[in-house]
């Protein structure tokens, strides 16, 4: 029977042309779903990352003090004790000496 | 004896385009299933790994534009498969009561009567309901996994990566079955793998409802249908 042709096959459109184009329709729609639901996700995903960005804008633009040099305290410190930003006394006070201790890894 | 016991005039059952999607789906899901596995019990070492990773995703791709190509192209096969698969009757919970009459045929040796199927028996609807679900989500999921998993949120992808993986070994755990009961019934084998056609005692036998209401003369169904 290899290479005969066949001598019967079915009717294709054993389904009416409504029925076919219900469920034709329907498959479409049940694909496109999940399309249009993954492009919001994706397309919502740093919502929440651009609303905690506003609220601390928003914090910062009602802040009483803006700049840190407007600082009262930093101020105090500079006239009472470290003399001039970049100052001797400042530069040994507030800056931090790293040593090279790669050798202790190996 | 029934005086179809040994009729051979050869019925079309499945097109040659169907043909050629099963035989593309075979050859990658294979690769699929066994990577699939491969990847979720990590047995192999860093580059064993990384090529199991690179083969499972050759072979979703060619799955991926397999499945495409053939809604695009076979859109009439695909309404009729879903038109098949979804027929819910009376029949297939007899059929289930006696799962199709296999069990006893193997096991007990003894032949049950069992309702009578159109093309596709209960057992291969659940399993076409299946590929058709489970085979949509593998392919959407695995998409996006492999992707845009940086992109897309966090939970969303997580989400993603529990049903692809469900999905996957529920269709996995489905490939022993089928390849049992595809060479089982030889003739739908031949069908499948070969020239498409079944003799009319085998459909006869085992989709009586799909003779009687589906098939027609070839030389009718020529006018209509090339």
Request: net charge positive.
């Amino acid at each position: 029977m290899n290479n005969k042709k066949h001598v019967f096959a079915e009717d294709s459109f054993f389904i009416s042309r409504r029925k076919f184009m219900a469920i034709g329709a329907a498959f479409i729609a049940v694909m496109a779903i999940p399309v249009g639901w993954f492009a919001s996700k994706v397309a919502k995903r740093n919502d929440y990352i651009k609303a905690r960005s506003a609220g601390l804008y928003k914090d910062d633009a009602i802040a009483k003090l803006r700049v840190s040099h407007a600082n009262p305290a930093v101020e105090k410190y500079y006239k009472e004790f470290g003399g001039q930003p970049l100052g001797h006394m400042s530069h040994d006070l507030l800056h931090t000496h790293f040593v090279d201790r790669t050798k202790l890894n190996s | 004896m029934h005086h179809n016991q040994h009729d051979m005039r050869p019925i079309q059952k499945h097109p040659l385009n169907v043909r050629v999607f099963h035989y593309i789906l075979l050859l990658s899901f294979l690769p699929l299933a066994a990577t699939g596995l491969l990847l979720f019990f990590k047995p192999l070492s860093q580059e064993g790994m990384q090529l199991t990773y690179d083969i499972h995703i050759i072979a979703g791709v060619v799955l991926s534009l397999d499945a495409l190509a053939f809604t695009v192209i076979a859109f009439d096969r695909v309404v009729l498969f879903i038109a098949r698969v979804f027929s819910l009757s009376e029949r297939d919970v007899k059929w289930f009561m006696v799962l199709g009459g296999y069990p006893q045929k193997f096991l007990l040796g003894k032949k049950v009567p069992v309702p009578p199927m159109n093309k596709y028996n209960s057992g291969q609807k659940l399993f076409g309901a299946c590929v058709l679900i489970g085979g949509t989500l593998l392919i959407l999921s695995g998409l996006v996994l492999w992707l845009v998993p940086h992109a897309a949120p966090r939970d969303l992808v997580w989400l993603l990566g529990q049903i692809h993986l469900v999905a996957g070994l529920i269709l996995t755990a489905f490939l022993p079955v089928h390849l049992f009961l595809a060479v089982y019934r030889f003739d739908d084998f031949k069908a499948m793998m070969i020239h498409g056609n079944v003799p009319y005692h085998d459909a006869a036998e085992y989709t009586p409802l799909w003779v009687e209401q589906e098939i027609v003369p070839v030389t009718v169904n020529q006018q209509r249908n090339k």
